[in-house]
Every structure is written in C-alpha cells, then in structure tokens.
C-alpha cells in the first residue's frame, strides 16, 4: 500500500524566501509528525498533529517556522524568511491515533532536502 | 538537556559476523526505546521496539536488548548481510499524548564483503 509521501524532493532557495513542503500521510493514519534532520545528525522533533486536537508545537525552533493540517490529512510546513541553518532534511511521519499509554508505530516519509543559499 | 546518544558513530563489520550497536538514553522515564534503520536518502524504517518492562525482545535476525538499571540499550543483528548497511538510530518515546521520539546521533554500520 502507499506509504508517506513528501514534496518536493529537493528543494533549493535563497536567504529570506519562504518555503512550504507538503506531506501526505498514510490513509488513516490520524496522529502526523514532522522532524528536521541536520546533516549527519539524527531526527530533531519539530510538531505534531492529532486529529482536531490543538498540535504540539514545542519543538519549532523559531516563529519562522509554522505547520497546517488541512482535513485532517495533508500537511504542510511552512518556514518563512529561510536562513542557511535552515538547511536539513525535513522528514514526516504518521501513526495511528496515539493516547496516553499507548503507543503506535511511526511510519517516516523520505523527506525533502531543504539547501538554503 | 536529556537526549539519547549512541557509543560509537561508525562500526565496520564482517559480512556474516554479528553487530552490535549501543545506545545510552538518559530518561528512566520512558516508556517505549525503537530503533530505526536510515539508508541512504531515505527515511528511516522501524527495526524494532521495547518496552521499558521488558529486558530483550528478538525479532528476525535482530534483538534488542534493555538494560533499565544502567539506561543502556543494544541491537543486535546476526548474520551482518551488506543489505544491512546503513545508519541506525535508537530513539526514545516519553508517552503521553503526544508520542513523539527522542532520537540519538546514529550509528553508521559498514558491512564489508
């Protein structure tokens, strides 16, 4: 079956233009992560979304950076005013619904490759 | 701040050897430790998990094994395939109700032929 899906790829941009990846979830799947991986660094929790629950947004590094979740499936995050330490790979995941005590499997996207000029 | 790290960030083994990756985590509270495999250009993929009121878990080729009273963990895979080269990361879910994962650094595993 389908599994996350991300776009762009790749994505090339100069200092101080916005940005907005997209990520498409498992059909189903209601919780939706997104993470921020560095170069040679492991996965850096960015928000979090669950169904129509507020999202967790503690792990936004600045204000610049904002995420929407329309429906309930697609989402989009959005950095504005691009810096170069904005450069990662931006991956996204899904789950099932999470509640306390239990845990779901996450399902990563590939990620898109964000390079800031 | 709490984080989860690994020992050694490149092991280079034997295709058919065992490997052993480790990672020391810093949070007794929490509930669940998975490790992903991360190859090239990918997202990283579920190996397996454990859960805090376990000490080994096995899967195929692959075991995880939960040391609560030093706050160490380890994943082995037997049989080291050159399939199995990539990089691994250990990552820790805190509960509640956001379930989100505390990732280490990773460890790169090298499979030689």
């Known amino acids: 079956g389908a599994g996350v899906s991300q776009s762009p790829s790749n994505k090339v941009t100069e200092k101080g233009k916005d940005v907005e990846l997209r990520c498409d979830p498992i059909?189903?799947?209601?919780?939706l992560y997104w993470y921020r991986q560095s170069l040679g660094q492991g996965l850096e929790f960015l928000i979090y979304?669950?169904?129509?629950?507020?999202?967790?947004k503690s792990g936004l590094p600045s204000d610049r950076f904002s995420a929407e979740r329309t429906g309930g499936s697609v989402s989009t995050l959005t950095i504005q005013r691009t810096q170069q330490e904005d450069s990662a790979v931006y991956l996204c995941a899904s789950s099932l619904k999470t509640g306390l005590g239990a845990y779901n499997e996450q399902f990563f996207g590939p990620g898109t490759r964000l390079t800031v000029l | 701040g709490e984080s989860v790290g690994l020992h050694l960030p490149t092991l280079s083994v034997q295709e058919g050897d065992n490997s052993i990756i480790n990672c020391a985590y810093s949070n007794s509270a929490s509930d669940y430790f998975i490790w992903y495999k991360q190859e090239s250009g990918k997202g990283p993929q579920f190996i397996i998990d454990i859960r805090s009121n376990m000490d080994k878990r096995q899967g195929q080729r692959v075991t995880v094994l939960l040391n609560k009273t030093v706050k160490h963990l380890s994943l082995q895979i037997a049989a080291t395939q050159p399939g199995d080269s990539a990089v691994y990361f250990c990552a820790e879910n805190r509960g509640g109700a956001t379930n989100k994962l505390i990732f280490g650094t990773g460890t790169l595993l090298a499979v030689q032929p």
């Open positions: 979304f669950q169904g129509n629950s507020a999202p967790d």
């Open positions: 059909s189903g799947h209601t919780a």
